[in-house]
């Protein structure tokens, strides 16, 4: 059984907006630390963004510089959901995104993810 499901990606166009959507049928989320990840052709897979759990309810939200501003991260716990709201993509951001998610704290490193997802594809055209 796979770990997450991430859902949301497609083919969008420069400028576009998109939401990616992860979930676990057989997890609770709200108790793990999450992190979106992604991956581009040739390339190590890069640190996006993370939502570290501190308290009941209560995350401490991380991004890297290259998303930081474009890019956010959001629970619904109720939904048991993660998301990743993504505004004026690029061609650069073109890549294979992944949520992970883990009993320990996550920083930037891949390695530190216990549980991934299968990845979902964004291309963005010019």
């Known amino acids: 059984q796979v770990p997450l499901v991430e859902s949301g990606g497609g083919l969008v166009r420069t400028g576009d907006s998109l939401t990616l959507s992860c979930t676990a049928s057989?997890?609770?989320?709200?108790?793990?630390?999450m992190a979106w990840f992604r991956q581009a052709p040739g390339k190590e897979r890069e640190f996006l963004t993370s939502?570290?759990?501190?308290?009941?309810?209560?995350?401490?939200?991380t991004y890297a510089a290259s998303v930081k501003g474009r890019f956010a991260i959001a629970r619904d716990n109720a939904k048991n959901t993660l998301f990743l709201e993504m505004n004026s993509l690029q061609v650069e951001d073109t890549a294979v995104y992944y949520c992970?998610?883990?009993?320990?704290?996550?920083?930037?490193?891949?390695?530190?993810?216990?549980?991934w997802g299968q990845g979902t594809q964004i291309t963005v055209s010019s």
């Open positions: 992970g998610a883990s009993s320990y704290r996550l920083g930037e490193e891949s390695k530190e993810v216990e549980y």
């Open positions: 057989w997890r609770t989320l709200s108790r793990y630390h």
């Open positions: 939502s570290n759990r501190i308290g009941s309810n209560v995350y401490s939200v």
